[in-house]
């Protein structure tokens, strides 16, 4: 049971991505997907890798993400 002393401890998800997430998907993107699908790991992990496209100048990179669903119970 989360304590609140540590954040980390209250993440109802985790999420692991490659550079090719993290530096085609602006942060204010990242975080409305995150909630918007945090419900389901799998549409969230899809979706973030979708929105990884090519960048301006048509260049893509890998993009690989895993997302955990953190379950009380």
Known sequence: ???GADPR???ALVLLVSDGVSDQV???VFARLCC???A???VLADTLVAAAG???SGYCDDATVVV???VEG
């Open 40 to 42: 389901d790991p799998q």
């Open 9 to 11: 401890e209250d993440a």
């Open 1 to 3: 049971m989360p304590t």
């Open 68 to 70: 955990l669903l953190r």
């Open 26 to 28: 602006p942060p204010e």
């Open 54 to 56: 090519e960048d301006e």
């Open 36 to 38: 918007e699908y945090a």
